[in-house]
Structures are given as C-alpha cells and as structure tokens.
C-alpha cells in the first residue's frame, strides 16, 4: 500500500482472483482498502479494459506479486487475461521503440 500512495499520477489496479487471496491471508487487506489509492480496479478477466489492447499508452506497469505462470506466460508472449494481455502489448511497445518505431 505504500508503494501505491508514494507513486505520482493516475493509478489502475487489476488483481486476480489469487492476487486478492493473497492480500487476505498473507498481508491481512482487502480490495476495498486498495481503491482509494487508485483511479479504477480491473478484473483480471475483462479484457475490454482500456488498456489491455496496447493502444492506450502508460508510463509504467508494475505486477506484484507476480507468479511463477504469470511470469511463463508473460515471457512466451500468452496474453489471455488482463494482466497477461498488459505485459505482452507493453513489451511489444517497447520492443518497437528501442528499435525507432514509435
């Protein structure tokens, strides 16, 4: 929580179903304690969101915790949920830009 109140600008928040398990059992928070910190929450499923396709740029993405498939996934380019679908459109993004493509 301290990181999300430390942080400048527009924040979006997408947690799993396990990510929320875990701010339960392991850090004693609930989502609801989260939001005043942040500008919306995203469901991990709704891939609709704003920028789950790419084409809404961000300055920044940070996912924690992060697990072990979440990382597979992320690193074999498989973009079936939100956080997912984030993280690969980000690399590409980024991928373009080290190589002058805006």
Request: aromatic share 4%; with cysteine; glycine share 10%.
């Amino acid at each position: 929580m301290k990181f999300l109140e430390r942080c400048p600008g527009d924040k979006f928040l997408v947690v799993s179903k396990w990510g929320e398990k875990v701010l339960g059992l392991e850090l004693g928070m609930s989502l609801d304690g989260l939001k005043p910190h942040v500008k919306a929450v995203f469901r991990d499923d709704d891939l609709a969101a704003p920028f789950s396709s790419g084409s809404n740029r961000h300055d920044a993405l940070v996912l924690m915790p992060c697990s072990i498939s979440t990382l597979g996934k992320i690193a074999s380019g498989i973009a079936d949920t939100l956080i997912t679908s984030s993280s690969t459109s980000g690399a590409q993004r980024a991928d373009a830009s080290h190589r002058g493509h805006p």
